[in-house]
């Protein structure tokens, strides 16, 4: 069965579609193969991976709000091994409907279990907001990534995400984890190496050991329709992603390890 993860934080600019979508194409160059789903009405991810939001004939909003099911909404991407559910403009529509429905938050979970997915990692991009396409995802998902910048206000934002957290192990998900992600850091600003700093501190375990720096080819990718490992392959946003992706791996497999020998 696929393993579930949520990319999401409420506060905007953190490279949280940025990570989605380059951490998908490290995981897929690692041999993996990955579905992308896209569950932001703004529709980033899907403009990267070349396709027009709104113009896609099947989407997220139709597994949703219409019961299609997921791999009937699954559309082909120029990087091997990496799928993608594109979304729409109409999301919006699923944020406003879907907590009129019983049971609302596991309709992203039963279309998941329900799909018979032969992907081996299933990435979910969240919106920057804490509405009901986010509890959805952090129903459905298993481990939950957050990315966040090294800055005051990003990591104050820490604290409602840790709210959410606690409420989603309460209500809809006890088994959920998360991980923090360092994004956007800059070495040479004494600020960002403080707050990371204290960000080790606090959260210890629940951060990741690798950081992703700073790099002007990470935005220029998604104009480009390239993922960092193919557009830059050498590049300092290229390596980082990939440490991470091997990062990740490792820690699935010790949860697996780890459940197994329960």
Known sequence: MAYVIAISNEKGGVAKTTTTYSLGASLAESGKKILLIDLDPQGNLTLANGIEPGKAVKTSHDVLLNGLSITEAIAKTSTPGLEIVPASPTLIEA????????????????????GALVHEYVLLDCPP???????????AAELL??????????????????????????????????????????????????IREQLEQ????GLFQTVIEIDT??????????PITQYRPTSRGSQQYRVLAQE????????????SSQ
């Not at 934002?157 to 606690?166: C, P, Q, V, Y």
């Not at 606090?202 to 375990?205: D, H, L, N, P, V």
């Not at 990740?248 to 459940?259: D, G």
């Open 129 to 139: 907001s804490m509405g009901a396409l986010t509890y959805n995802a952090l129903t």
């Open 202 to 205: 606090t959260f210890g375990s």
């Open 217 to 226: 080819r990470l935005r220029e990718s998604p104009i480009i329709g390239l």
């Open 145 to 194: 990534i957050i990315p966040t910048q090294a800055e005051y206000f990003s990591a104050y934002a820490l604290r409602d995400m840790m709210t959410l957290i606690r409420r989603v192990r309460r209500d809809s998900n006890p088994r959920l984890a998360y991980r923090i992600l360092i994004t956007l850091l800059d070495q040479r600003n004494r600020t960002h190496k403080v």
């Open 248 to 259: 990740l791996i490792e820690y699935v497999q010790q949860q697996k390890n780890s459940q």
């Open 95 to 114: 944020e406003q409907n879907l907590p009129l429905r019983s049971n609302y938050a596991f309709t992203l979970n039963n279309a998941l279990r329900q």
